[in-house]
């Protein structure tokens, strides 16, 4: 298994995985034509030729990133899949100059396993309304002003 950028025409894959979690309302729908105009901010799992995970960094303000649509194909779950993801949304976070990053989520255990702590942003609170429905929103520091 490795994790490389996204490629536009890794589109359709990339909303498939989305989608599995989509209707449970886990995660949000993701356009195809969104994720190939944004794919320099989607990180995928490779593994065998077929795309297992994916990963979109929201470049949400100047040095504060959100961590989204992060999916692991049902089938290849507990495989470390997810956390090669979130480390690699990490580092490229901290390559891109971001200070914060952040995920909001149901679930606050997986998050805090990567050093994630429920955190009040401020700059979220003009979308609180679309993510109201979320348990909470998960913060990490990984650089310096
Ligand atoms: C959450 C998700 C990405 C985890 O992917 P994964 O590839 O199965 O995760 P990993 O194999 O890297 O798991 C890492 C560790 O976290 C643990 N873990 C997995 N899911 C967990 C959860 N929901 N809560 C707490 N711990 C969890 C695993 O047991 C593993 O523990 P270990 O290192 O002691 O063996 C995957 O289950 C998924 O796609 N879920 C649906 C979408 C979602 O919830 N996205 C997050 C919101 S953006």
Redesign the pocket.
């Known amino acids: 298994m490795r994790v490389r950028h996204a490629h536009a025409h890794d589109a359709s894959a990339i909303r498939r995985l989305i989608d599995?979690?989509v209707a449970d309302g886990?995660?949000l729908p993701r356009a195809e034509e969104y994720i190939a105009a944004n794919a320099e901010h989607f990180l995928v799992a490779e593994s065998d030729g077929h795309l297992t995970?994916c990963v979109h960094l929201d470049e949400y303000a100047p040095s504060l990133a959100e961590?989204?649509?992060?999916?692991?194909d049902t089938a290849?779950?507990?495989?470390?899949?997810?956390?090669?993801?979130v480390n690699a949304t990490e580092a490229l976070a901290r390559q891109r100059g971001c200070v914060t990053l952040f995920?909001?989520?149901?679930?606050e255990?997986?998050f805090n396993?990567f050093g994630f702590l429920a955190r009040h942003i401020p700059e979220l609170d003009r979308e609180r309304s679309e993510v109201s429905r979320y348990k909470g929103v998960f913060a990490k520091d990984i650089g310096v002003v």
């Open positions: 599995l979690y886990t995660l995970g961590l989204r649509s992060l999916a692991v290849m779950q507990g495989k470390g899949i997810g956390s090669a993801l995920a909001v989520s149901n679930d255990a997986y396993r």
